[in-house]
């Protein structure tokens, strides 16, 4: 196992390298860029930087001392450079990528374009929301999804399980941020009741609450975003668990041990366990990651919770390039890890698995 994690841990480097190679090539060819939107907003185009950017990019003007940027003419060639240099766009683009990748390995991911602080520190203040939102529809989607899932695939064909069936399909069905608004409109004061808070994940007097009131207060904001996001996300999980139960209940060796005279439970947990959770546990990392950065990005703006799905969102419209690369980083590293994290968990509940055995 010790020379599969070493080659799995070891392939991670040119996989990042891909991706991050890739993402950077793709962005040389978007239009626009963190000094044409100085620029706009110089020439007094604030409020009409991103139409500026969407429909513009970079264009020669034919003189030799006129800036290259569109809506520079009025702009001192000086004061351009000294932009470029700023953000590092006086070197090529070749030189520029290896400087961001030997300081990316040091986890030096630099300071944000437009937000006069750290990329970490931006990371790092956002961090409480995407774990708060992630973690705890992660922990509720397995610990809801997977009992389901089985009780489904006992009673399969059952009124219990089409009834259930039409319920998470139904859930599944309905978009999340779609879901925030009712919820929003009926239960946050919007026509009806007032029961939940609307914004934010704790109140103002936070700080001053008891501990247990804390945790009331901090509970009773995370139900409305948590109910927008899981409602949809129960389906795949259930009948994900459903399915491989049935398979291997369906199968040989559980009908010899049910000969032998073991209890349905024995059978079940002792025999079938083990099997059918490797289909389950093969869609982890996927999860995780759709929990943490993806799912939530709606429901962040919605609910006004600044999280990271919402920061790389808005730094890929300003252009703050600085943090778009750490977070695609960070990202793509996370999920790499989670993906070894979850081939592990096969070995731990599978012993006769040997990843070792097979070729990568």
Same mark, same amino acid.
């Given at each position: 196992?010790?020379?599969?994690?070493?080659?799995?841990?070891?392939?991670?480097?040119?996989?990042?390298?891909?991706?991050?190679?890739?993402?950077?090539? *793709?962005?040389?060819?978007?239009?626009?860029?963190?000094?044409?939107?100085?620029?706009?907003?110089?020439?007094?185009?604030?409020?009409?930087?991103?139409?500026?950017?969407?429909?513009?990019?970079?264009?020669?003007?034919?003189?030799?001392?006129?800036?290259?940027?569109?809506?520079?003419?009025?702009?001192?060639?000086?004061?351009?450079?000294?932009?470029?240099?700023?953000?590092?766009?006086?070197?090529?683009?070749?030189?520029?990528?290896?400087?961001?990748?030997?300081?990316?390995?040091?986890?030096?991911?630099?300071?944000?374009?437009?937000?006069?602080?750290?990329?970490?520190?931006?990371?790092?203040?956002?961090?409480?929301?995407?774990?708060?939102?992630?973690?705890?529809?992660?922990?509720?989607?397995?610990? *809801?999804?997977?009992?389901?899932?089985?009780?489904?695939?006992?009673?399969?064909?059952?009124?219990?399980?089409?009834?259930?069936?039409? &319920?998470?399909?139904?859930?599944?069905?309905?978009?999340?941020?779609?879901?925030?608004?009712?919820?929003?409109? &009926?239960?946050?004061?919007?026509?009806?009741?007032?029961?939940?808070?609307?914004?934010?994940?704790?109140?103002?007097?936070?700080?001053?609450?008891?501990?247990?009131?804390?945790?009331?207060?901090?509970?009773?904001?995370?139900?409305?975003?948590?109910?927008?996001?899981?409602?949809?996300?129960?389906?795949?999980?259930?009948?994900?668990?459903?399915?491989?139960?049935?398979?291997?209940?369906?199968?040989?060796?559980?009908?010899?041990?049910?000969?032998?005279?073991?209890?349905?439970?024995?059978?079940?947990?002792?025999? *079938?366990?083990?099997?059918?959770?490797?289909?389950?546990?093969?869609?982890?990392?996927?999860?995780?990651?759709?929990?943490?950065?993806?799912?939530?990005?709606?429901?962040?703006? *919605?609910?006004?919770?600044?999280?990271?799905?919402?920061?790389?969102?808005?730094?890929?419209?300003?252009?703050?390039?600085?943090?778009?690369?750490?977070?695609?980083?960070?990202?793509?590293?996370?999920?790499?890890?989670?993906?070894?994290?979850?081939?592990?968990?096969?070995?731990?509940?599978?012993?006769?698995?040997?990843?070792?055995?097979?070729?990568?």
């Amino acid at each position: 196992m010790g020379s599969y994690i070493l080659k799995r841990l070891l392939l991670m480097i040119p996989t990042l390298l891909g991706v991050m190679l890739l993402t950077f090539a *793709v962005i040389q060819f978007v239009p626009g860029g963190p000094v044409e939107k100085i620029i706009a907003q110089m020439e007094g185009n604030g409020g009409d930087a991103d139409a500026r950017l969407n429909g513009g990019g970079t264009e020669n003007l034919g003189d030799k001392n006129t800036s290259n940027y569109r809506g520079a003419k009025g702009l001192d060639p000086e004061f351009i450079k000294k932009l470029e240099k700023q953000f590092g766009f006086d070197k090529p683009p070749g030189e520029r990528f290896l400087l961001m990748i030997s300081n990316y390995a040091r986890f030096d991911f630099g300071d944000s374009y437009f937000r006069s602080k750290s990329v970490l520190s931006l990371i790092a203040e956002k961090l409480p929301v995407s774990i708060s939102l992630g973690l705890w529809i992660l922990i509720i989607t397995y610990a *809801v999804s997977i009992p389901l899932g089985i009780r489904k695939a006992i009673k399969d064909g059952t009124s219990f399980d089409i009834w259930t069936s039409a &319920v998470i399909s139904i859930g599944y069905a309905i978009p999340s941020f779609i879901l925030a608004i009712f919820l929003i409109i &009926v239960f946050a004061g919007g026509s009806y009741y007032n029961w939940f808070p609307l914004r934010l994940l704790t109140s103002d007097n936070f700080s001053d609450l008891s501990i247990w009131g804390k945790i009331k207060d901090y509970a009773w904001h995370l139900v409305l975003p948590l109910v927008s996001i899981g409602i949809g996300s129960f389906a795949t999980m259930t009948l994900l668990t459903k399915n491989s139960f049935l398979d291997e209940i369906r199968k040989q060796y559980v009908t010899t041990a049910r000969a032998k005279g073991l209890t349905e439970n024995k059978v079940l947990y002792g025999h *079938v366990f083990r099997n059918a959770m490797l289909l389950v546990i093969s869609g982890f990392p996927g999860a995780f990651l759709h929990a943490f950065f993806a799912g939530s990005l709606l429901i962040e703006q *919605v609910f006004s919770l600044d999280g990271l799905g919402y920061l790389t969102y808005k730094s890929v419209l300003d252009r703050d390039y600085a943090v778009v690369f750490a977070s695609l980083y960070i990202f793509t590293l996370i999920g790499l890890v989670v993906a070894l994290i979850s081939d592990l968990t096969y070995t731990w509940i599978d012993p006769r698995i040997d990843f070792e055995a097979r070729d990568l």
